[in-house]
């Protein structure tokens, strides 16, 4: 069944006109006939609709002079009770206003407070599903709330925090200013808070193994919201399924845990002398210059006094990191830890375990050093100093300079979260699109490069990620949904977010664009927007200015429909006045894209033919004409099934016996 869609009114970049279309597949047309012109209101080919150019964001695709975004600084201090199994901290914000705005108010996520049993994520999702809740009684529980303004002139003493009674609407909380922030001034927001850590695995928690607790710690602060050109206040709830969208700054973490447990954080480690051993330090060192993973702590040190130092109590590890839009950590007692050089030394590539997982995470280190460098040599160098896998409760979530994976079954299985997770370092967290709004951005773009990525490592393409039948069959299932649909509104999350995009963006490299001018724009597309707020606006046009290519068609048709693709080949004729043959082709669908034939002849030899999308500007009816003395035998449409075609059964014509 062929199917279209509106596209719902998802897109606050995309004017009116575009998001209105609804491209409906035209009647059948006798392949004689010289088929009208489509019209432009129905057109593939029609041209997107983008917001007007701007000295903020420009018509190419790139940030313009005027281009502004905010700056936010956090110093944290936190301790956590692993007898109550609880977490308190406090934090002051340094928040500068770059905008040209005056702003009377400022908005900041408290996404600990989805765990509250009355949260929206809590009665949207089934408390038992992966981003349920599993009925905890949690959220930010704040003791203190103040604000003040740093002082204009170099060297004053700023005054005092005045308390602020906040407004809270559930994950979000808006604190009202004594006195408006002008454009170019700094506000401190001074935050105590606490809250307990429940029985949920959304993206962090609590697990026991191996007799002993591993924490992974995520969503933990209260943090600002993002105030951008585009929408102001970006005041997405958390629902639990959509990720986030963060302002870039950096961070000055101090983190007080028992003495015996170990930390594997975003950031640099700044105070190694007072929390690992000398001989902890020196195996730091030499993985550092080492091509093969050092054991950190080993397996058979778990629990030795040697293994941790002298000291009664509690420890602070203190840990720091710049231009990163996020802050996350584990600890547990019972980690192994181990670590390689990536990028020649330039990085830290580390890996957290317990050590029921050591069979299978031995490797995960050397997996996290070749993401490093294989995602770093194709599109941007890795900018950070480290990355850290942990083992934990969480099953694949990714943070600045850290990532969860959980497996512990599969090499295979391993190798493919932890090579998932660690790819989302380019995808949002160097280039920082709204992935509440737009998962494809990052969602998609990871699992495109994740195929390659594979096939890299293992020398043979991944059996089922992204494949042109799942593509197909999610096509036919009657579930699919525009690969715009924010996440939070989609019941397909892997295949609208994750699948169908990256697949797409396979086949504009593979088949449309080549790898060349892909790559080279998505080259450019990370060096343009390295560190700011890309929206999908943006993404279109620096692909479009750097390949060369209007492909409005292909931005409407595969991210703005779910409308699907049926091309045929209806028969073959030789023109008697001059001895040529006509190959009549049918796009039955209301997605168009090129087309790759196979020719047979009487000979037996072959001939492939690659015919450009623009030969369905004026309907769906094409001839192709062939010049040859063979007589052709066998046309085929999409030899390779490169293609997502719905109905391969029109594929495929064979000359008969008797004419």
């Not at 101090?254 to 700044?270: R, Y």
Request: glycine share 8%.
């Amino acid at each position: 069944m062929l199917r279209t869609s509106r596209l719902p009114l998802l897109l606050p970049l995309l004017a009116t006109s575009l998001l209105a279309q609804n491209v409906q597949p035209r009647p059948p047309q006798s392949i004689r006939s010289v088929p009208p012109p489509f019209t432009d209101a129905v057109s593939p080919f029609h041209r997107l609709d983008l917001p007007t150019a701007t000295n903020i964001r420009t018509g190419s695709g790139k940030p313009g002079k005027e281009y502004w975004q905010q700056r936010v600084d956090y110093a944290i201090r936190a301790t956590l009770d692993t007898t109550r199994k609880t977490l308190t901290g406090e934090e002051t914000i340094t928040y500068s206003n770059n905008s040209p705005d005056t702003l009377r108010y400022v908005w900041m996520q408290l996404d600990q407070n989805l765990f509250r049993p009355d949260s929206r994520g809590a009665l949207i999702y089934d408390q038992s599903a992966r981003f349920g809740t599993a009925g905890a009684n949690g959220g930010f529980g704040l003791s203190r709330v103040g604000v003040r303004q740093t002082p204009v002139r170099p060297g004053a003493i700023p005054g005092r925090f005045t308390p602020v009674t906040p407004y809270l609407n559930g994950t979000l909380m808006r604190l009202d200013l004594p006195q408006p922030l002008p454009p170019g001034r700094r506000l401190q927001i001074d935050v105590a808070w606490s809250f307990p850590f429940g029985p949920n695995a959304n993206r962090m928690g609590v697990e026991n193994v191996d007799g002993s607790d591993v924490y992974e710690v995520a969503q933990w602060y209260p943090r600002m919201a993002v105030y951008d050109d585009v929408r102001g206040w970006n005041t997405e709830q958390y629902y639990g399924q959509g990720e986030f969208y963060l302002e870039y700054g950096s961070f000055d973490v101090s983190l007080m845990v028992p003495a015996d447990m170990l930390i594997g954080a975003t950031g640099t480690l700044q105070n190694a002398l007072a929390v690992l051993t000398p001989v902890q330090r020196q195996r730091l060192a030499a993985a550092r210059r080492s091509a093969t993973t050092v054991i950190i702590r080993g397996k058979d040190e778990i629990g030795t006094s040697a293994s941790r130092p002298a000291a009664a109590g509690s420890l602070t590890w203190r840990f720091t990191a710049d231009s990163v839009r996020d802050f996350a950590w584990a600890a547990a007692r019972h980690f192994i830890w181990d670590a390689v050089g990536a990028d020649g030394g330039r990085v830290l590539a580390q890996s957290f375990y317990p050590p029921s997982a050591d069979s299978i995470w031995k490797r995960s280190s050397e997996y996290v050093k070749h993401a490093i460098e294989f995602y770093g040599g194709r599109w941007l160098r890795y900018p950070y100093p480290t990355m850290s896998n942990i083992n934990g409760i969480e099953g694949g979530m990714e943070y600045p300079m850290i990532v969860f994976c959980r497996n512990r079954t599969s090499p295979t299985g391993l190798f493919s979260v932890t090579d998932h997770e660690v790819g989302h370092s380019w995808w949002p967290m160097i280039i920082g699109n709204n992935e509440r709004l737009y998962p494809w951005m990052d969602e998609g773009f990871n699992t495109f490069q994740n195929y390659y990525s594979w096939l890299a490592f293992y020398g043979t393409p991944p059996a089922q990620r992204g494949s042109v039948n799942a593509v197909v069959s999610f096509a036919l299932s009657g579930n699919e949904q525009p690969g715009l649909t924010p996440a939070d509104r989609t019941q397909s999350l892997g295949m609208v977010a994750y699948q169908k995009p990256g697949f797409g963006l396979r086949l504009l490299r593979d088949q449309v664009l080549g790898a060349d001018r892909f790559d080279g724009a998505m080259r450019e597309y990370a060096r343009r927007w390295a560190f700011k707020h890309p929206t999908p606006a943006d993404y279109f046009r620096t692909v479009e200015d750097y390949a060369g290519e209007d492909l409005s068609w292909f931005w409407y048709g595969w991210f703005g429909t779910t409308g699907t693709l049926d091309q045929a080949v209806d028969s073959v004729t030789t023109v008697a006045a001059n001895g040529r043959q006509r190959i009549y082709l049918r796009n039955i669908g209301p997605l168009v894209m090129p087309v790759a034939l196979g020719i047979g002849y009487d000979d037996g030899s072959t001939e492939r033919v690659t015919l450009p999308v623009e030969i369905w500007f004026y309907g769906n009816n094409y001839f192709y004409v062939v010049s040859s003395s063979r007589k052709i035998t066998a046309v085929t449409v999409d030899p390779d099934n490169a293609y997502p075609d719905v109905d391969r059964n029109n594929n495929a014509w064979r000359r008969s016996a008797t004419p």
